[in-house]
């Protein structure tokens, strides 16, 4: 069978928003007997699971001093019946307040409970609690509560500036002008996408196949962005092998500019008295195959590619780094809100995709002797965790962006996710799962 090859060219700026952020308008009075005080919140989540809030109050309306704190959020789910998270609500929990401006202090540190909307898909904010509840937030149904989804077009400079000065990032970067085009060496530049996925496995192969969907979206929305050509090349379902693959990292030619993304998605091992920190793929062609022959080591890979010769190399793989007979954790789907649709910036793209220092990342989702977590409706969590954290940090929002940050992140929210997993039952904390991403940069 001929493998699929598909040549993308692609329209400048077809896709030029940053889906997985989000940013609501807040305002809540808790009505307590200590705390009546009116409070306007500006929240920012992204779908990586990471964000930001900052609240801003008038402690004493006798006085014009206005107070303003800003917090980091976590996501923390919320226990079900079934010992698994809630699949229907979840909780933004704040972390310390740091003062910004004024000398009052936050009475009541706010907890912002989102619940799933089954008609959008997308959670959206239904209430705030005390920050310092444990199990299920119980709601005061006396506690006033609104929230406005802030599009990018209602991000205007007096919205922005009650909680924001014109000297922060936060400020700077959504109003500075945005740069159009690329030179020519760039636009010469091809992506070159190699994506091997086992979605004909009876165990994970749904959520492959999620993964695969995902993998393809990801990086056809950056190149519809920078405006450049994607070339495809996918071993899956009826060629996926070992040789289909070590068949494709030979036809893979980068030019000395060029990108080259090699992605997997499947089962992954460890073999006996190998040291290395990457995993062992398994590229069995049909399941009687002996796994020990018919696999090849990440770090090969990697090295394989990077003699290719290409300005950067990204090589991803989703799969456990364990036993090979360890069952695959499952666990909820991560919570989506729905994004404001802010662009992306170009000099973000450019400083991680088109750098002039020439550079290669492999990065795997989990460390020697732990498993990589899934939903089999959703797809593998480290994959998701990456295109969150790789979409927020293609946005206008962020500075000084690197893949370091990136997989930082998705290292963070990958881990957490994990814990709020089992790895087997029952569901006692004995079971919970233990996922942490490894990856370097060279």
Same mark, same amino acid.
């Given at each position: 069978?001929?493998?699929? *090859?598909?040549?993308?060219?692609?329209?400048?700026?077809?896709?030029?928003?940053?889906?997985?952020?989000?940013?609501?308008?807040?305002?809540?009075?808790?009505?307590?007997?200590?705390?009546?005080? !009116?409070?306007?919140?500006?929240?920012?989540?992204?779908?990586?699971?990471?964000?930001?809030?900052?609240?801003?109050?008038?402690?004493?309306?006798?006085?014009?001093? *206005?107070?303003?704190?800003?917090?980091?959020?976590?996501?923390?789910?919320?226990?079900?019946?079934?010992?698994?998270?809630?699949?229907?609500?979840?909780?933004?929990?704040?972390?310390?307040?740091?003062?910004?401006?004024?000398?009052?202090?936050?009475?009541?540190?706010?907890?912002?409970?989102?619940?799933?909307?089954?008609?959008?898909?997308?959670?959206?904010?239904?209430?705030?609690?005390?920050?310092?509840?444990?199990?299920?937030?119980?709601?005061?149904?006396?506690?006033?509560?609104?929230?406005?989804?802030?599009?990018?077009?209602?991000?205007?400079?007096?919205?922005?500036? /009650?909680?924001?000065?014109?000297?922060?990032?936060?400020?700077?970067?959504?109003?500075?002008?945005?740069?159009?085009?690329?030179?020519?060496? !760039?636009?010469?530049?091809?992506?070159?996408?190699?994506?091997?996925?086992?979605?004909?496995?009876?165990?994970?192969?749904?959520?492959?196949?999620?993964?695969?969907?995902?993998?393809? !979206?990801?990086?056809?929305? /950056?190149?519809?962005?920078?405006?450049?050509?994607?070339?495809?090349?996918?071993?899956?379902?009826?060629?996926?092998?070992?040789?289909?693959?070590?068949?494709?990292?030979?036809?893979?030619?980068?030019?000395?500019?060029?990108?080259?993304?090699?992605?997997?998605?499947?089962?992954?091992?460890?073999?006996?008295?190998? #040291?290395?920190?990457?995993?062992?793929?398994?590229?069995?062609?049909?399941?009687?195959?002996?796994?020990?022959?018919?696999?090849?080591?990440?770090?090969?890979?990697?090295?394989? *590619?990077?003699?290719?010769?290409?300005?950067?190399?990204?090589?991803?793989?989703?799969?456990?780094?364990?036993?090979?007979?360890?069952?695959?954790?499952?666990?909820?789907?991560?919570?989506?809100?729905?994004?404001?649709?802010?662009?992306?910036? !170009?000099?973000?793209?450019?400083?991680?995709?088109?750098?002039?220092?020439?550079?290669?990342?492999?990065?795997?989702?989990?460390?020697? #002797?732990? =498993?990589?977590?899934?939903?089999?409706?959703?797809?593998?969590?480290?994959?998701?965790?990456?295109?969150?954290?790789?979409?927020?940090?293609?946005?206008?929002?962020?500075?000084?962006?690197?893949?370091?940050?990136?997989?930082?992140?998705?290292?963070?929210?990958?881990?957490?996710?994990? =814990?709020?997993?089992?790895?087997?039952?029952?569901?006692?904390?004995?079971?919970?799962?233990?996922?942490?991403?490894?990856?370097?940069?060279?």
């Amino acid at each position: 069978m001929k493998p699929k *090859i598909l040549l993308i060219a692609v329209l400048m700026f077809s896709c030029s928003t940053a889906l997985t952020q989000t940013v609501y308008y807040i305002k809540y009075n808790f009505h307590l007997p200590d705390d009546k005080t !009116e409070y306007h919140a500006c929240f920012t989540r992204y779908d990586d699971g990471s964000g930001m809030v900052r609240i801003r109050f008038q402690d004493d309306p006798a006085s014009d001093e *206005i107070c303003l704190f800003e917090a980091d959020l976590q996501e923390t789910p919320v226990p079900g019946n079934t010992g698994l998270p809630d699949s229907n609500m979840v909780v933004f929990k704040t972390g310390t307040p740091k003062v910004i401006l004024g000398n009052r202090k936050l009475k009541t540190q706010p907890a912002f409970v989102f619940r799933f909307n089954s008609g959008s898909e997308f959670i959206e904010p239904s209430a705030v609690v005390p920050n310092d509840f444990t199990g299920t937030p119980i709601i005061n149904q006396e506690t006033a509560f609104t929230a406005e989804l802030m599009a990018e077009d209602k991000l205007n400079r007096n919205f922005v500036a /009650l909680f924001f000065s014109d000297d922060e990032d936060f400020y700077t970067n959504l109003f500075k002008p945005l740069q159009r085009g690329l030179s020519p060496l !760039e636009k010469n530049t091809k992506l070159h996408l190699l994506v091997v996925t086992n979605v004909n496995d009876a165990t994970i192969g749904n959520a492959v196949a999620k993964d695969k969907a995902r993998c393809i !979206e990801t990086f056809n929305g /950056l190149v519809s962005y920078l405006g450049i050509k994607m070339i495809v090349d996918t071993i899956s379902g009826k060629n996926y092998s070992r040789k289909s693959v070590e068949q494709a990292l030979q036809r893979l030619k980068p030019s000395a500019n060029d990108i080259v993304v090699f992605y997997y998605s499947g089962h992954g091992f460890r073999k006996k008295n190998d #040291g290395r920190k990457f995993p062992w793929i398994d590229l069995r062609a049909k399941p009687s195959d002996n796994y020990l022959h018919t696999t090849m080591n990440m770090e090969d890979v990697f090295k394989m *590619i990077q003699k290719k010769g290409a300005r950067f190399n990204l090589v991803l793989s989703d799969c456990c780094n364990s036993d090979v007979e360890a069952p695959v954790p499952v666990g909820t789907k991560p919570f989506k809100t729905k994004g404001s649709g802010i662009q992306w910036d !170009e000099d973000n793209c450019r400083a991680l995709f088109l750098n002039k220092t020439r550079m290669s990342v492999l990065a795997t989702a989990a460390e020697n #002797g732990q =498993k990589a977590g899934c939903n089999m409706e959703f797809g593998s969590f480290f994959s998701f965790f990456f295109k969150g954290s790789m979409e927020n940090y293609c946005s206008r929002l962020q500075t000084n962006v690197s893949w370091d940050k990136i997989f930082q992140d998705t290292k963070k929210q990958t881990s957490n996710k994990a =814990k709020h997993t089992y790895c087997d039952k029952p569901y006692i904390p004995a079971n919970i799962c233990v996922q942490d991403p490894v990856y370097i940069v060279r």
